[in-house]
């Protein structure tokens, strides 16, 4: 049984847990409400380059570009994105379960001699995903690109996806990452993001528009010039909706975490007040049989 002193050790420990805990699911509601904002300041930009590329597809034009064109897919690429911290939950952890389920179903649609490629973006699925690596699955970390990358390193990231699938490293490069709904709700989506094809503008808000436009110079090249924006802003987008899922799942696990910590406290509390007044009992009993002899 545990004495006064290791029960009131074990109080100021659990006590300390609960405020550290406490204050960490506040930096990661910060964190979570800054990613929400930022989602609301990209909506402008999205929504009018879905406003122009939904212009061009009402026009009567044919469009054509090396970012649309399909091809047997041989060599298929996936960015998977994650975190770079711990202290989420199993954040991670769904997302491998997930991309292991994909790869199986792609090799199951394509073929099993298709060659994966991972790109994981957060040292965590990095990690895991390099447990994957065998004849047919290669992992490739591109450097100075992490879940934190914001501007600059969002668009290096986007060019360099694009210049491999023009050079054809990728047949093909599918996303795979958490899209945030709320703080309680986030949901895993695998979307296609090279080839752009016509369910990829679907699948992303573009809606035809039936106002009458004269472009200048021509729909065509109008479009040729839209599309890298539009690929931008899908990985602008998935960026900050991944940070914002990852904060959201850190709120969650520390709010359990702090949950626990409370429940504990109010055990190892009642435990030391038992015995304290076991102790009282015994420290009387003893007296009244000292008066008594």
């Known amino acids: 049984m545990a ?10 420990s659990v006590a300390s847990s609960e405020k550290i805990t406490g204050a960490m699911k506040m930096i990661s509601s910060a964190k979570m409400h800054k990613a929400e904002t930022g989602l609301k300041r990209l909506l402008p930009f999205r929504t009018q380059v879905e406003s122009i590329i939904g212009n061009l597809l009402s026009a009567d034009a044919e469009f054509t570009s090396p970012l649309t064109q ?16 711990g202290l989420c939950g199993a954040y991670n952890v769904n997302i491998f379960k997930q991309l292991l389920a994909h790869i199986a179903d792609f090799r199951k649609e394509l ?13 965590k699925i990095a990690k895991a ?12 970390t591109i450097d100075n690109v992490d879940s934190k990358t914001t501007g600059d390193g969002v668009k290096f990231f986007t060019d360099t996806l694009t210049a491999r699938f023009l050079d054809g490293t990728y047949d093909r490069i599918d996303y795979l990452y958490m899209n945030f709904q709320s703080v309680s709700r986030q949901r895993l989506r695998l979307e296609q993001l090279l080839p752009v094809v016509q369910s990829t503008f679907a699948d992303n808000g573009v809606k035809e528009s039936c106002r009458p436009y004269i472009f200048e ?5 109008i479009f040729n010039s839209v599309l890298p924006m539009f690929l931008l802003a899908v990985m602008q987008e998935v960026f ?12 969650m696990a520390m709010q359990s975490a702090n949950d626990n910590a409370k429940k504990l406290l109010e055990q190892l509390q009642l435990e030391f007040n038992k015995l304290r007044q076991q102790s009282i009992t015994t420290e009387l009993l003893d007296i009244l049989g000292g008066q008594v002899r």
């Not at 004495?3 to 100021?12: A, D, H, Q, S, V």
């Not at 073929?111 to 040292?123: A, R």
């Open 3 to 12: 004495t006064l002193r290791e029960l009131k050790g074990r109080i100021g």
């Open 70 to 85: 399909e091809r047997d897919v041989k060599r298929l690429g996936i960015v998977v994105f994650g975190s770079d911290d």
């Open 111 to 123: 073929g099993s001699e298709v060659e994966i490629t991972l790109i994981p973006v957060g040292s």
């Open 129 to 140: 995903a390099g447990k994957l690596r065998d004849a047919n699955i290669k992992v490739d």
């Open 217 to 221: 110079p021509d729909p065509a090249t």
């Open 240 to 251: 900050t909706e991944n940070r914002a899922s990852e904060q959201a799942a850190r709120v």
